[in-house]
């Protein structure tokens, strides 16, 4: 299974006159833009050094805000039709109004608002409201939106989640024969490949009849973006394997269950919305997402979990206290990992992930 | 509701209070005594600390009585009123705590059972309270409800979460859509119709019916004390300016955490009286006014006496404030006959709710209307939509105004983060960048 390297990928797409729209995490209606012929690249941990950001922003900000804003102050020529900030937090939520009023660039900035909090009637009516303005800004730049284009990335989009949770289900039960870097790698192939693409590959998924052979331990994940390429490969390594994960770049942004094939497109992502696994960034309830990691864990037969946190992220470092305190008081071992997204693994953190699968491992054969 | 503890409740406000004040008054007896830099206090001080002792002093009898709401500083408190909550503001109080000087130990409580350092210290505070008990205002209620809007941050909603979570109480919140250009008709709407949603879970945990025309009477009052909040900060255009903004710092806390309620209209009557008499005589917050200042984000609330006098001293007065604005800004949008589109308005239009195009017009027009001649900025770790933009909006300032600006890098309430070199050595650079610029 070969995944085409992000930048190259990209720029060839651009060479070709894809329109192409830079994302900033986490959810937005990628089926709209589709229809428009847009294609969604998503921006959450651009590599390289960050130099021009610091000028903007404070020491205290998260890396993937101050990676976002290095990459955007390039002004990358693979982004041709602007910037889509979706509402995911605080610092996000002022990235972008800095961006588009204060810093300025050449390409349009879009917005979209999440709904926060406990849902009822009032905000499903409100985000078919938002998902309908948001057609509308669109319209106004690319013309009339055709209905029957709506439908088919709605369609393709089902397709997706569809695989992405067999794949998942797979996962859980090694009926997989994918290590952790690889993996992860293909779960976050979406983030840049054109849908068409992306289906294709996860069509070429070789999901195994029998379980293969288990891991010497398992592993559940939770957090913004997967470990690091270092990370996953050092957990290859050692023979753990992630098995299930809460991470707001891969599981949270796939529907908890499926759904029927979408015949109005605003009632399909609308629903799509309000069916996804709680996450910190939508004020989710504490309970429901302390159920959804002990269910995945059980399903999952994980033996413990790594909370690997992105530094300075709020959302995250709220939850956190309660699910690693509630998941200790159920014997679970946990891990917490704080990363800034650098492309290395610290030796003090390599220690650590030893000392905690030595711990997976006892638990397998004590 | 209990007739013990409303009896109880009964005695202590009629007695217990004013032997409190009584108390206070005794030790006050030998003030502190007034550096030269300063022109007279407000008389009012002694006023706004009774009230808000008395309010503190209070809470710890409520319980019994009314339904305790423990309230975010931007959630439209006006519906609350309705139902005769006792509220209060952990914000306030995380305020208090750390102009006392006590808000790292209550941080490191917080840091201590599993919250990350890198929080909000209004919360860490907060949160260091609830495990402990500790509180410098004696005691605080347990909620038997949260209010929350993330018109002021999305931290409100995982902090009040934890707090609910810990405590087991329902938790109310008011979902304000971030402004990026203008309020759509359906943010608006969105919210109205969230506020209509609240009134029968409100019934329920307060035990009291909902009656429109009390609802209205209290957005009248509320209205009128946010206007009359405004008016005084709009006293502060005349020079010498009547106060400074330290002392309207502190005297923003009636329009934060009893706005609403009769006490906070009377207040603020008696404060506007006494600045207009002082504008009228030219007695000035400092003594010899040569410099006006503006003010960008939360206090520094250990160090408000430090900076009051850095600057009293260099004969510098911060007259305005984004901060003490953002409880006047709106009000004009509040509509007594339509009273739940209206509240979207205000509360969904505010300056952390807002673009930071809007911030920037608003710091350009506050510092032409207030004859400012230079800025400092406070970039606090604890606040994220505060602070995120403060570096874009200075150079803005600086480069369209020529006005010369200063950051300074601090928390609101957490006293670790002061490096006392570092900004002193900021702050004399700004002084002679100040100095120079308006007579060079």
Not at chain 1, 331 to 354: A, W
Request: proline share 6%; aromatic share 10%.
């Amino acid at each position: 299974m070969m995944i085409p390297n992000r930048k190259e990928y990209l720029k060839a797409l651009a060479n070709s006159g894809q329109k192409i729209m830079g994302v900033l995490p986490a959810l937005y209606p990628r089926e709209l833009l589709w229809a428009f012929d847009i294609h969604a690249a998503e921006i959450w941990d651009p590599p390289g050094e960050i130099l021009h950001a610091n000028a903007h922003l404070q020491t205290t900000i998260c890396p993937i805000v101050k990676r976002s804003l290095e990459f955007i102050l390039k002004e990358p020529d693979i982004i041709n039709a602007g910037y889509l900030f979706p509402h995911t937090c605080d610092s996000l939520q002022n990235l972008g109004t800095q961006v588009k009023d204060l810093i300025g660039v050449s390409l349009p900035v879009y917005t979209f608002y999440n709904p926060k909090g406990s849902f009822n009637n009032t905000t499903t009516r409100y985000y078919r409201d938002i998902l309908q303005n948001f057609q509308l800004s669109m319209e106004a730049v690319y013309g009339p939106l055709a209905p029957d284009k709506f439908l088919a990335a709605c369609v393709l989009s089902h397709k997706i989640d569809s695989h992405l949770m067999a794949i998942q289900q797979a996962r859980m039960t090694d009926h997989l024969s994918l290590n952790n870097a690889e993996y992860f790698k293909l779960m976050r192939a979406q983030e840049y490949l054109l849908p068409t693409d992306y289906l294709s590959l996860l069509e070429q998924v070789d999901i195994l009849d029998q379980p293969g052979e288990s891991p010497r331990a398992r592993m559940m994940v939770s957090g913004i973006l997967p470990p690091t390429p270092e990370i996953l490969e050092f957990l290859d390594e050692l023979g753990v394997s992630i098995v299930a994960d809460d991470l707001l770049a891969g599981s949270r942004r796939i529907p908890k269950f499926p759904m029927d094939a979408p015949v109005s497109p605003l009632d399909y992502l609308t629903d799509r919305f309000f069916i996804l696994p709680p996450c910190s960034t939508r004020g989710g309830d504490l309970d429901e997402r302390l159920h959804h990691l002990s269910k995945h864990m059980n399903a999952s037969q994980a033996q413990g979990i790594l909370f690997d946190i992105v530094k300075f992220c709020e959302p995250e470092l709220f939850d956190h206290r309660l699910l690693v305190k509630t998941l200790r008081g159920k014997n679970y071992p946990v891990l917490t990992l704080e990363t800034e997204l650098e492309n290395h693994i610290s030796g003090q953190d390599k220690t650590r992930i030893e000392a905690f699968t030595e711990l997976l491992f006892e638990m397998v054969s004590p | 509701m209990s007739i013990r503890a409303e009896i109880k409740y009964k005695i202590m406000k009629d007695y217990g209070a004013p032997a409190l004040m009584a108390l206070q008054d005794f030790k006050r007896r030998k003030p502190r005594p007034i550096p030269e830099a300063f022109g007279p206090p407000l008389d009012s001080n002694k006023r706004l600390k009774e009230i808000l002792s008395r309010h503190y002093f209070l809470s710890r009898y409520a319980r019994g009585v009314n339904k305790v709401a423990w309230v975010t500083s931007g959630a439209p408190v006006e519906l609350l009123r309705a139902f005769d909550f006792y509220t209060i503001y952990p914000e306030n109080h995380s305020a208090l705590v750390g102009a006392k000087k006590q808000g790292a130990d209550y941080c490191s409580i917080a840091e201590g059972s599993g919250f990350s350092q890198d929080l909000c210290s209004y919360a860490r505070i907060d949160l260091g309270h609830m495990l402990s008990g500790k509180t410098p205002a004696g005691k605080l209620p347990k909620p038997d409800l949260l209010f929350c809007s993330n018109n002021i941050c999305q931290t409100v909603l995982y902090w009040y979460k934890a707090i609910a979570h810990e405590l087991n109480i329902p938790l109310i919140h008011f979902d304000a859509p971030f402004v990026t250009t203008e309020q759509t008709e359906a943010d608006i709407n969105y919210m109205a119709q969230q506020l209509q949603d609240m009134i029968p879970i409100l019934e329920r945990v307060s035990g009291r019916v909902f009656y429109l025309d009390v609802f209205e009477n209290i957005l009248k009052r509320s209205m009128e004390t946010s206007r009359t909040w405004g008016a005084i900060l709009d006293a502060m255009k005349a020079q010498p300016a009547p106060m400074t903004i330290f002392d309207a710092f502190g005297h923003l806390a009636p329009i934060v955490s009893l706005r609403g309620l009769p006490v906070a209209q009377d207040y603020y009557h008696i404060l506007m009286e006494e600045v207009d008499t002082r504008v009228t005589q030219g007695i000035g917050a400092i003594s010899d006014e040569r410099y006006r200042l503006i003010w960008d984000n939360i206090a520094i609330w250990y160090k408000v006496r430090f900076l009051a006098t850095f600057f009293a001293e260099r004969k510098m007065n911060f007259v305005t404030a984004t901060y003490t604005n953002a409880w006047a800004e709106t009000t004009g949008y509040l509509n007594v006959k339509d009273p739940w589109n209206s509240m979207a308005k205000t509360y969904g239009q505010i300056i952390l709710n807002n673009n930071l195009k809007h911030r920037l017009e608003l710091m350009k027009k506050m510092i032409k209307t207030y004859s400012v001649d230079g800025m400092v900025m406070h970039s606090t770790r604890s606040c994220k939509p505060y602070s995120v933009g403060q570096f874009d909006l200075r150079k803005a300032i600086t480069t369209d105004l020529d006005l010369p600006a200063v950051i300074l890098d601090a928390d609101i309430a957490d006293e670790r983060v002061w490096s006392e070199q570092q900004i002193h050595t900021r702050l004399e650079a700004f002084c002679e960048t100040l100095e120079g610029s308006k007579h060079g």
